[in-house]
């Protein structure tokens, strides 16, 4: 394993960073929708399942890439299955132990992390052919994207949503209709369909950011 | 018999994978360019999900969940495997899927070509996944429950799946704003999909 590149170079750096805006995972691979939808109604089960995932697809990325000379080409995805459970079960076990009540309103999506097609695609599209060093950081970088799009998604819908972040009061009590002000929820943003809305809203102004993206 | 009328129609109509869960949104999204190939697509995913949600099923009720050994003596009886229950149900809806994929092909030939590489490909979709989670969340009363939600989770992914694809269709020649082009659009009308899909929340049979 020598590897002439510095640890940082800019070569790598790139692979950190590409995939928070020009290649992000969920805006413009269209990866890992699936899990990250459901659970942005509130900032913080967002964020949990963002470092969640980032902790998994990292971790996931090295070991693949490790053993990426040793597993027999026809049972790979079992293989990349099969260390993603494991890991997934880690964090699992994890999150009961430390944040029970996250983990209860997460249900059934940590499991669904090990179905979450970021970690397929970039275990089969990068680990498979690069070093541990470099999958690592592409891990970080891609779990890093994926974060992002939930965090401003869960940003969104809990501020218009509840009028709070991360369950602290931001819009004042004061301001509601009821303690006669003018100010109202907008209940709509709780509920699952704005996600979707909110997504497609970040992915316009992605797009008319970087006109590279824009499809036929 | 009501109770499974019930849990069929709340899990085509109300509990709908996509528009309540967005579960296998991936391949929603991927492969919903034209209806004839997402028809084969939604079929595939009933299928499956109709052999592995019962199959999962007897694996959670005799051998995963805490007390489940107890028929193999009184010592299992205090067994709690369910931290093991992630990497089983992945491993058997792989195997599964690899299984139903040979069976597929030696049968029937035509099926096989039609469905094409979206077989494979289902072993990671989330749906198949989540809906064994969910069985495990809401622990139903026998196998004949479990079937019936399995199969009323499957036709609603397929009747999703259909919908957007005709869509998708027809917005080709509709003038859409050129960065919304695409993804950003489809998200737009899965959100508005969901939206009418509300409508039939509070059903009850």
């Known amino acids: 394993m020598s590897d002439k590149d510095p640890l940082f170079s800019a070569k790598n750096l790139k692979l950190l960073s590409d995939p928070l805006n020009s290649s992000n995972p969920i805006t413009v691979q269209v990866l890992g929708i699936c899990s990250a939808l459901a659970v942005t109604a509130q900032l913080k089960p967002a964020i949990v399942m963002a470092i969640s995932v980032t902790v998994v697809i990292a971790l996931g990325n090295v070991i693949i890439s490790l053993l990426r000379n040793t597993i027999p080409n026809r049972i790979r995805i079992i293989v990349q299955l099969v260390v993603i459970a494991a890991l997934v079960i880690l964090v699992d076990q994890v999150l009961k132990a430390f944040v029970y009540d996250v983990s209860k309103q997460l249900s059934v999506f940590v499991g669904l992390i090990i179905t979450n097609c970021i970690l397929m695609g970039r275990l089969e599209a990068f680990a498979m052919s690069n070093k541990p060093w470099q999958s690592f950081l592409d891990g970080l970088g891609n779990g890093a994207g994926y974060g992002l799009i939930l965090i401003i998604v869960g940003f969104f819908r809990e501020l218009l949503g509840s009028g709070s972040l991360l369950g602290f009061r931001i819009i004042p009590e004061s301001w509601y209709i009821t303690n006669g002000g003018v100010y109202a929820n907008n209940g709509m943003m709780i509920l699952p369909p704005m996600a979707l809305i909110t997504i497609g809203l970040i992915i316009w102004v992605q797009r008319s950011r970087n006109r590279k993206l824009i499809e036929n | ?205």
Not at chain 2, 65 to 77: D, R, T, V
Not at chain 2, 171 to 194: A, H
């Open chain 2, 1 to 205: 018999m009501e109770n499974l009328i019930n849990i069929f129609v709340r899990s085509i109509f109300i509990e709908n994978m996509i528009f309540a869960y967005f579960l296998g949104m991936c391949s929603y999204l991927a492969v919903s360019k034209s209806v004839k190939t997402a028809t084969g697509l939604g079929i595939a995913v009933i299928f499956v999900l109709l052999v592995t949600l019962p199959v999962n099923y007897l694996l959670e009720n005799y051998v995963l969940k805490e007390g489940a050994l107890a028929w193999l003596g009184s010592s299992f009886a205090a067994v709690d495997l369910s931290f093991l229950s992630f990497i089983m149900f992945i491993a058997v809806i792989a195997s599964i899927v690899q299984l139903v994929e040979m069976v597929v092909e030696k049968f029937a030939p035509a099926l096989y070509n039609q469905l094409g590489i979206f077989l494979p490909l289902i072993a990671v979709n989330c749906a198949i996944l989540g809906g064994s989670l969910f069985m495990q969340q809401k622990e139903f009363q026998n196998i004949g429950e479990a079937t019936v939600y399995s199969l009323g989770s499957g036709v609603g992914w397929f009747l999703a799946i259909v919908g957007i694809a005709a869509i998708r269709e027809k917005i080709q020649y509709s003038n859409v704003p050129k960065p919304l082009r695409g993804l950003g659009i489809t998200f737009i009308v899965t959100g508005l999909m969901g939206i009418a899909f509300m409508g039939f929340m509070g059903i009850k049979l």
